[in-house]
């Protein structure tokens, strides 16, 4: 697993590109998109994703589908959980999702991160958009309580930030204590068949990350006290996720450099073709503390 620093490096290294090809009304997403094949069948048609479309159509496009994919999981949590007033954000990234939990859900969110760049850009967006003590950024460590103010939190949402925050059979007790009886956990991540394939190194080399196969986050969260609600492959609707960003690669040049632009071309393309190879998948999972679980402890 990464180091603290190296993840927080990286991540100060991206933000620029980040706010450049995902900002959108003020918030900005670190994850990929979900889109549905039946709504926006012209996206899943061979061809139609392209550079001609354009920068910004592409951004949009993208940025749609990030969007939806938070409202999908968040509708997905609400099964198990349907008066969802505290959030954790974990591994919050730059807090597109947090301002979509706050803005459009009326849920007091806590943004954590490890990374204080983000923090700050979070703090600033928060006074921009109007999300004052609504959405809370943290800097710290999801493995350890010392940044928590004994918040109860009924969900704690994670998208593409699992593999990044450490070892499942720490990160999932360490979450538990900070929910109350009925709490539920949301999760959309990418998990590879096998944690020693060739995309698995690829895919933590490229997003300095230590990407794992379900069935061990799954074994993890269930010691820790979850049952599991949900598990459901969503591997087809990011698809055009992938299509999206390689042609905005092309297009990119006002937020990353031409040898940038052609390393993260090489990567989606690879990625594209692992997930229609089946050896990466995108998963939501749902999972819920115990109704008889006791309460949150400092």
């Known amino acids: 697993m990464p180091s603290h620093e190296e993840i927080i ?30 709504t926006e069948q012209n996206l899943f048609a061979p061809g139609w994703i392209r550079p001609e479309m354009g920068a910004d159509r592409l951004r949009a496009t993208m940025h749609d589908g990030q969007e939806r994919n938070v ?9 198990w959980h349907g008066n969802i007033s505290k959030a954790l954000d974990c591994g919050a990234g730059l807090g597109g999702t ?21 923090v700050d850009f979070i703090a600033a967006q928060t006074a921009k958009l109007a999300l004052q003590g609504k959405v809370v950024p943290v800097v710290g460590d999801a493995h350890s309580d010392t940044w928590w103010n004994g918040t109860a939190y009924d969900l704690v949402i994670a998208l593409d930030a699992v593999c990044q925050i450490g070892d499942p059979a720490t990160l999932f007790p360490s979450l538990a204590a900070m929910q ?6 949301a999760i959309a991540d990418h998990f590879v068949s096998s944690s ?9 080399t490229y997003w300095v990350s230590a990407i794992g196969d379900l069935q061990t986050c799954l ?14 492959d969503a591997s087809e609707s990011q698809l055009p996720y992938w299509q999206l960003s390689l042609a905005y690669s ?14 993260t071309a090489h990567f989606h393309s690879a990625m594209l073709s692992a997930y229609r190879a089946g050896e990466v998948q995108y998963f939501h999972v749902i999972a819920s503390r115990s109704k008889t679980a006791a309460p949150p402890k400092r």
Do not use: M
């Open 9 to 38: 490096e990286y991540y100060r290294w991206k933000q620029a590109e980040y706010l450049g090809k995902y900002g959108v009304n003020g918030r900005v997403h670190a994850h990929v998109g979900c889109h549905d094949s039946e």
């Open 71 to 79: 409202h999908v999981l968040l509708r997905r949590a609400r099964r």
């Open 196 to 204: 020693s394939s060739s995309i698995a190194r690829y895919y933590n």
């Open 180 to 185: 109350p009886a009925g709490g539920v956990l």
């Open 219 to 232: 074994s993890a969260i269930e010691q820790a006290g979850y049952r599991i609600r949900l598990v459901v």
């Open 250 to 263: 092309s297009l990119a040049e006002k937020d990353r450099t031409e040898i940038r632009r052609r390393e």
């Open 98 to 118: 947090s301002f979509l939990l706050a803005d459009q859900y009326g849920i007091d969110v806590t943004s954590l991160t490890i990374v204080p760049e983000q």
